[in-house]
C-alpha cells in the first residue's frame, strides 16, 4: 500500500503539470492575441491611409463643384433670356435676373398656370404669348419653351423677349408683299380696267332711251356684276397688303367644319357637285382668328367647285396628328400641272380670266401668321388636294 507521502507527491506533480499548461496555454494565445491585435493596426493604419485619400479626392470634388456653381450661377445669372425652373407641383422654385425683368415681380412660389392666367394671353403661335409689360402700358411678345420633365417632375422654361424680332419679321413682310404690288403693277392696273371698261360700256347703254324696260335691267344687272368684281378685287388687294388682322377666339373644330357646310353646300347644290365631310377631330378646339380661317376655307371650297364638273365630289376633311390639326380639301378636277403649283402661291398669278391672283396668296399669308402650313397635292388627270395644317394648343 501506498503511504500517504507518496500520495502527496503524486498530487503535487499533478498540480504542477497542470499549472504548467496553463501557463502554456496562455502563452499560446497571448501570441494568437499579439498577432491579431499587430493586424488590426496594420489595417487600421491602411484603412487611415485610405480614409485620408478618399477625404482629399471629396474635398477636391467639393471645391471643384463649388467652382462649378459659381460658374453657373454667374452664367445664369448673365444670360439675356429668362429661365424659369419649375418644381413637380409647377410652382416656381428658381428665376434668374432676366426672368425677373420680364415678368415682374413676384415669381417664386406661384405656379405657372398662374402666372400664364394673371400675366399672358396667347397668340396664334404655338409657345408664343403676348406679355403686359411690367411698370408699362406697352405689350410685349414672349416666346416660352421648356426642357423635358426630369425624373422628379421637374422642368426647366426657356423665356426669351421677342418683341422687336417679330416687329422686324412684320415689317419685312409688309415690304414683300409691297414689293410684290410694285412688280405687279402693270397686270394689276390691267385686271382693273377691263372689267371698268365692261362697267362703263354697260352703263352707257343704260342711258339710251331705246331700250326696253327689260334690256335695261339686263344692262344694270351686268353692270353691277362688273363692279361687285371690282370691289372683290379691290379688296382682295387690301388684305394682300395690309395683312389680316388677328382676332383670337377659342373655336371647335367640329362647329367650324359643320359652319363650312352650311355656307358652301347650297352653293355647290346649284352646280349638282355633292360634299363630302370626314370629321376626325374629336373634341379638339383651336385658339385662332375665327373669320380669318372660315375665309381661307371658303376660298379653297369656292377653288374646288371652280375645278369641278357636275356630278363630282368635293372632300372636306379633318385629321390630327401629334402636333398639328389638319384641315383638307379635295376636288375631282383636272389636276395642276407640277410646273404651276407653287406659282400658285404667287401675287397676281391665275389660271381663270376671272382670277384675281390674289386668293391663294392671301391663304398662304393668312395660314402662316397662325403658324401653320399649306400645301398642294395634285397630278395631271387626279383632281387636287390642299392640305393646312395649324399648330395644336398645348396650353401650359
Excluded at 374646288?304 to 383638307?328: F, K, T
Amino acid at each position: 500500500m501506498q503511504t500517504n507521502k507518496t500520495i502527496k507527491t503524486e498530487s503535487l506533480s499533478a498540480d504542477q503539470e497542470q499549472l504548467r499548461l496553463a501557463f502554456a496555454a496562455f502563452n499560446e494565445a497571448s501570441e494568437q492575441l499579439s498577432g491579431v491585435y499587430q493586424e488590426l493596426q496594420h489595417q487600421v493604419a491602411q484603412l487611415t491611409r485610405e480614409l485620408a485619400l478618399a477625404n482629399g479626392e471629396l474635398q477636391r470634388q467639393l471645391i471643384a463643384k463649388e467652382d462649378l456653381s459659381q460658374q453657373l450661377g454667374f452664367l445664369l445669372n448673365a444670360l439675356p433670356g429668362g429661365v424659369v425652373a419649375l418644381n413637380a407641383h409647377e410652382r416656381i422654385e428658381q428665376v434668374n435676373p432676366a426672368a425677373t425683368s420680364i415678368f415682374g415681380e413676384p415669381l417664386l412660389g406661384l405656379t405657372w398656370h398662374q402666372v400664364i392666367q394673371e400675366r399672358l394671353s396667347p397668340t396664334t403661335i404655338i409657345n408664343e404669348w403676348h406679355l403686359q409689360a411690367p411698370e408699362t402700358t406697352k405689350q410685349r411678345r414672349i416666346r416660352v419653351e421648356s426642357s423635358a420633365t426630369d425624373s422628379t417632375g421637374r422642368r426647366i422654361l426657356l423665356v426669351n423677349d421677342i418683341t422687336e424680332a417679330y416687329a422686324m419679321q412684320e415689317q419685312v413682310r409688309r415690304n414683300q408683299r409691297l414689293t410684290s404690288m410694285g412688280e405687279m403693277a402693270a397686270n394689276l392696273a390691267h385686271q382693273l380696267r377691263t372689267p371698268l371698261s365692261t362697267a362703263l360700256l354697260y352703263a352707257n347703254h343704260l342711258g339710251s332711251d331705246a331700250l326696253t324696260p327689260d334690256e335695261r335691267q339686263k344692262f344694270a344687272t351686268k353692270t353691277i356684276e362688273r363692279l361687285k368684281h371690282l370691289e372683290h378685287l379691290t379688296n382682295d388687294m387690301l388684305r394682300f397688303v395690309k395683312g389680316e388682322t388677328i382676332q383670337l377666339e377659342n373655336i371647335i373644330i367640329s362647329d367650324l367644319l359643320a359652319e363650312l357646310q352650311q355656307v358652301i353646300e347650297p352653293q355647290m347644290m346649284q352646280h349638282d357637285l355633292q360634299l363630302i365631310v370626314r370629321d376626325h377631330s374629336q373634341t379638339e378646339h383651336l385658339m385662332t382668328d375665327h373669320q380669318a380661317l372660315c375665309s381661307v376655307m371658303i376660298n379653297l371650297l369656292e377653288n374646288a367647285m371652280q375645278a369641278s364638273s357636275p356630278g363630282d365630289q368635293i372632300m372636306l376633311i379633318c385629321n390630327l396628328e401629334e402636333e398639328n390639326i389638319v384641315l383638307s380639301v379635295h376636288d375631282d378636277g383636272p389636276g395642276i400641272d407640277m410646273a404651276l403649283q407653287e406659282r400658285l402661291f404667287e401675287p397676281f398669278f391665275t389660271t381663270r380670266s376671272e382670277g384675281t391672283g390674289l386668293g391663294l396668296a392671301i391663304v398662304r399669308g393668312v395660314i402662316q401668321s397662325m403658324g401653320g402650313s399649306v400645301q398642294i397635292h395634285s397630278l395631271p388627270d387626279a383632281g387636287s388636294e390642299f392640305v393646312i395644317r395649324l399648330p395644336r394648343n398645348k396650353g401650359d
